[in-house]
């Protein structure tokens, strides 16, 4: 097959990898980390991206994206098949799995990730992965260290309870893939430093190789010409619907 590959930058590394191994000819298209805190805007282009794709003989499109903050809800396939992982965010897809997913989410929902592709390709944009609860705190600290200094950046976060009231852990996922010691030393520190426990988890590349592969199986929801993708609010994630 032909497939053209959507991808978020914080997944660069594994979808280049998976690309590179698959028996099929995988042109990927990246898009911006900070474009999840606008929703509808990467929406729009991603549907614009498929539109033009639609017309470039490709067999499929993939999309190495969850809901994604509700980006991907809406997203209609043209005139090739359009597929998605049934993926909250991108954290069910460097863990591998929804059952992984899940059991990390129920045990420690105020984790705080790390990945390196992530902290690779951050730059400015204020995007917390996975399912950390609320805003991100390490850029509001960020942002009262610049206007009051450190101390009173201190204080104020104390005060607020902003690290302690949403996060109890920082979790680094190793998926292996270039050099990561240097965030997970990071991450590690900045774990002591908020009394938080870290947490060193093994990646599994098994859903972007399926992804990119072609094996849509259960785990994946594969959209037919205008259909588009709906949430399902059960362990689905997403369903197909009509647009």
């Known amino acids: 097959m032909k497939i053209k590959c959507l991808c978020c930058n914080a997944l660069t590394r594994m979808v280049y990898f998976c690309a590179a191994l698959s028996p099929h000819q995988v042109d990927v298209d990246l898009f911006e980390l900070g474009l999840h805190n606008q929703p509808s805007e990467l929406r729009k282009r991603l549907q614009a991206r498929i539109d033009e794709v639609a017309d470039q003989k490709y ?3 993939v999309l190495a994206y969850g809901l994604c903050g509700q980006a991907t809800l809406g997203l209609t396939a043209r005139r090739i098949p359009l597929v998605i992982p049934r993926a909250h965010d991108c954290i069910t897809l460097f863990l591998g799995s929804r059952q992984r997913y899940k059991i990390e989410f129920e045990a420690e929902p105020g984790t705080y990730w790390y990945t390196l592709d992530y902290i ?5 944009a204020n995007v ?7 805003a991100d705190p390490a850029k ?5 260290v610049t206007k009051f200094g450190k101390d009173n950046a201190d204080y104020l976060m104390e005060v607020m309870g902003m690290w302690q ?3 109890k852990r920082a979790a680094f ?5 270039g050099d990561g010691e240097p ?3 990071e991450a590690e520190a900045i774990a002591q430093r908020r009394n938080w426990r870290f947490e060193r988890l093994e990646g599994d590349l098994g859903l972007i190789r399926r992804l990119i592969d072609g094996e849509w199986d ?11 993708i709906e949430r399902a609010y059960d362990d689905q994630v997403v369903v197909a619907g009509n647009a």
């Open 165 to 167: 009231s949403h996060y």
């Open 140 to 144: 509001q600290y960020e942002e009262y």
């Open 120 to 124: 690779e390709r951050r730059e400015n």
């Open 218 to 228: 259960e785990d994946f929801l594969v959209l037919q010409p205008e259909q588009t």
């Open 128 to 134: 917390t992965l996975g399912f950390g609860l609320g």
């Open 59 to 61: 067999d499929a499109i």
């Open 173 to 177: 996922i190793d998926l292996k893939l």
């Open 183 to 185: 965030v997970a030393d």
